[in-house]
């Protein structure tokens, strides 16, 4: 493929508008130009895309990013052009989307996932793909890459590294919500938390990334796994996915209940809070949450050196994804992990502002994205 394509996309414009979103309108649908892969890049067809905290904290501003921004981050899709040098993937092959590539080379890479990519990490940052500049345009005008994804679009040229392939029997939706909330749900419990038999599992935060956990931490028959959430929704999906209780944090507390590992998926602080009251003695906290930077949380250092208790942060999970998704993928097929659950609503791009309010008001696990074909 060597002209450039004209494609439709959600598009930020402003970061930090007010809410409500739907009045406000950060994002407009607008069509843009998207250069032909480059070597080492693919071009893909973008078949659905979940809508995440990670995409509203851009919007609101907690995680500032340049704009004007094509936003969007996990997704799947279908190659459908190659650029020079890629050959382990082919045209019409499935594909997940992943946020953080990896050079394979850098000191993060070596960490085996505990570190993100160093020189992923500063191209996202940039709003460019790992290998370097932009392939949008508006008008003329350059439009910033979305964590090497901007998957709230038709198409995406990304980053060989910044796609895993799956086989065709994976549904999109499936494969959509690998690239993020089940690598940073699962992740969580199978990278950082690491539950040996019989221990129980708490997950604060009921979100895609939590509920991803609950599932995980369910297909592995460790112990009882409890979901804590503040709404009521939320609770009843998380029995559905494998808890075996679903409480409120007033619930968890008053109970007592500790666990030997507990995963914060929510991203505020009094969620973090929680979340190290429940740590059982010898127990560990994972946080994988994103609160807003310079948000300050209160816990009892005596309790962590008196029990024996350790805190540890988890980005994306501490994973490798092409390591990792082949082992949700298999966990799906055994019908361990019921990814189709996470999926709250399927809407259309141009219901992104409406969306972001949803999700905001915290009445959404994971909304899809399925464009239509521009």
């Known amino acids: 493929m060597k002209r450039t394509l004209t494609i439709r996309g959600a598009v930020l414009e402003e970061v930090g508008r007010a809410r409500p979103f739907a009045d406000s309108r950060p994002v407009t649908i607008s069509e843009l130009d998207l250069d032909p892969p480059g070597p080492g890049e693919v071009l893909v067809r973008i078949e659905a895309a979940g809508l995440c905290h990670s995409d509203l904290s851009v919007v609101d501003g907690n995680r500032v990013r340049p704009v004007p921004m094509l936003l969007g981050h996990e997704a799947a899709g279908i190659i459908e052009a190659l650029g020079a040098g890629v050959e382990d ?55 910033k ?32 919500l690998l690239g993020c909330a089940v690598l940073t749900g699962g992740g969580a419990v199978l990278n950082a938390g690491r539950p040996q038999e019989g ?76 979340a190290v009251q429940l740590t059982a003695p010898g127990g560990t906290t994972v946080t994988v949450g994103l609160p807003a930077p310079g948000a300050r949380a209160q816990i009892e250092p005596l309790g962590l050196t008196a029990e024996a208790r350790t805190i540890v942060g988890s980005y994306l999970g501490s994973a490798v994804p092409a390591r990792d998704i082949p082992t949700y993928v298999q966990l799906w097929r055994q019908g361990r992990l019921p990814v189709e659950q996470l999926v709250s609503a399927t809407i259309r791009l141009e219901d992104v502002n409406e969306a972001m309010d949803t999700l905001a008001d915290g009445l959404a696990v994971r909304q899809l994205i399925v464009p239509e074909p521009g």
């Open 145 to 176: 890459h979305h964590l090497g994804i901007s998957a709230f679009a038709t198409h995406a040229v990304v980053d060989r590294r910044s796609i895993v392939p799956v086989e065709a029997d994976v549904p999109p939706a499936v494969a959509a």
């Open 89 to 143: 993937v082919e045209l019409g092959q499935r594909v997940v989307m992943t946020f953080l590539p990896r050079c394979g080379r850098c000191a993060g890479c070596r960490t085996e996932g505990k570190l993100p990519c160093l020189p992923g990490s500063a191209a996202n940052g940039a709003g460019e793909l790992l290998g370097g500049g932009l392939r949008l345009r508006r008008d003329g005008q350059p439009v």
């Open 199 to 274: 221990d129980d599992v708490i997950v604060v935060g009921l979100g895609g990334v939590g509920m991803a956990a609950v599932m995980t931490a369910a297909s592995l028959g460790t112990g009882r796994v409890i979901g804590v959430d503040t709404v009521a929704a939320k609770l009843t999906a998380a029995r559905a996915a494998g808890a075996s209780q679903a409480l409120t944090p007033q619930e968890a507390l008053a109970e007592g209940l500790r666990a030997p590992v507990v995963v914060e998926a929510a991203g505020n602080v009094r969620a973090f809070e929680t």
